[in-house]
């Protein structure tokens, strides 16, 4: 069986990997993220039970599972992290994930599986602060981003310095069959993510200031949780769309909080 792994950079000492098609059953397609730098590695938004026997299996065949040193969640969504306990029995990882959600976390993990980790998983936890902070990897380093309210009130996403990849979680999600793919045609690629970002994004002012982040940074890829990822020129055509898309807040007026019909 040969590995699904789909590489997003490789020069030997540091490697991102992607995976792309471990959903199975009616879950959402998502993608999941490995990152091997030297003799440590990292997991970005494993997700849940729908992904965690598959992409357990998919990891074992570049590192032993129990070796992983981090699991990078963006946010709370069980797409993202629902699978935490499992990850925490198997692995001595860290999670990495916003100190609002750092309370929460942990009722993901249920009593049978606290007694057979024999510790507080409190103390597993590194939770992080609103500005983010740097995780310095032996061949690379991982800033980790603010993007609050994109969609989550507690968001971040990773940006590795080496390979110049930005993962970027929801934002830039897509729903497509051309998963693994880079977006080829963005004007075309905007109705596969423009309802979502409507929905899910909290407002244009947030996508604004991501948008003026991103650029300083000069990503050379950016890869959604979700769908296609941005290469190239469709780089600079989706920070200009997201910083100019009216969503969340911008679109709600009376009729969004009405009283329903029908109230006896």
Known sequence: ??????????????????????????????????????????????????????????????????????????????????AMGKWMMKTRAKVVCSRLWARFLPHLIPEYLRLQLEMDSESRMMPLPDEGRVIHLQASDIAVLPAHFLHSVGNFQFYDTKSGILFSGDMGASMTEEVGAPVRNFEQHIPLMEGFHRRYMTGNRACRLWAGMVRKLKPKKIVPQHGSHFEGENIEKFLTWIEHLECGLDLLTEQSYRVPDGLR
């Open 1 to 82: 069986m040969q590995s699904k792994a789909i590489s997003l950079y490789d020069d030997g000492e540091h490697r991102c990997l992607m995976f792309t098609d471990l959903v199975k059953g009616d879950g959402i397609q998502s993608n999941q993220f490995l990152i091997l730098s030297r003799k440590q590695s990292a997991i970005i938004d494993p997700g849940g039970d729908l992904t965690f026997a598959a992409l357990s299996i998919e990891i074992e065949k570049h590192v032993p599972v129990a070796n992983l040193d981090y699991i990078f969640a963006s946010h709370q969504d069980p797409d993202i992290i629902s």
